[in-house]
């Protein structure tokens, strides 16, 4: 069980869609118009985990013209997300908006983001503590999972605000840029090796 915790741990905190769009609305508009977006996030990350435990994303993602469909368009918008950060000038560039996304933004990211199914695979097919009881282990992973994800997401939010606060130099601002653009294309790179 240890191992599934430090693997939740590492496959949550990673920059991907969600903690870089948390940072990004906290960024731009502050912790309380962050904390919606995060609850978004949060049912969404869920129902993806339901949607991976109950076979319904194997179902979704065996329809192989819908599965290229939703592969392309996460990735492109991925893409797109890696480049407006990478050739953002020297402005800390998280994912801006002029509008907070809110409850509904952070819902509907998670259901496109591909690290998401990635991550909920890779959880709950592997790392069996419990065969004799799948039912109970599935419920354990939830509560391990949402108990370290929880934080890991306000922490995120919490350093966009503080990032705001920075007056970084342009040449550090411009290396965060190209770090969060290499996270967005390492995201991409998992999305289409480890296809659903």
Do not use: C
Not at 68 to 77: D, R
């Amino acid at each position: 069980m240890l191992l599934f915790l430090s693997s939740v741990f590492l496959l949550i905190i990673t920059p991907g869609p969600g903690v870089l769009s948390t940072a990004g609305i906290g960024s731009g508009f502050g912790f309380r118009a962050g904390l919606a977006y995060v609850s978004g996030l949060w049912l969404g990350n869920n129902l993806v985990a339901l949607a991976v435990v109950s076979g319904l994303a194997a179902i979704l993602f065996s329809i192989p013209w819908l599965r290229t469909v939703l592969l392309l368009a996460s990735s492109a918008y991925l893409l797109y997300m890696a480049a407006k950060i990478a050739f953002s000038g020297s402005k800390i560039a998280f994912i801006r908006s002029d509008v907070p996304p809110g409850f509904m933004g952070g819902l509907m990211l998670q259901g496109i983001n591909p690290k998401a199914y990635v991550v909920h695979t890779t959880l709950f097919s592997g790392f069996a503590f419990m065969p004799e009881n799948l039912t109970a282990e599935i419920l354990i992973k939830f509560v391990i999972m949402n108990i370290v994800w929880i934080p890991i997401h306000l922490a995120w939010l919490w350093a966009g605000v503080a990032l705001n606060r920075l007056d970084l130099p342009a040449g550090k601002q411009r290396l965060i840029n190209y770090f969060m653009a290499f996270a967005m294309l390492a995201v991409v790179a998992i999305a289409l090796w480890f296809r659903p």
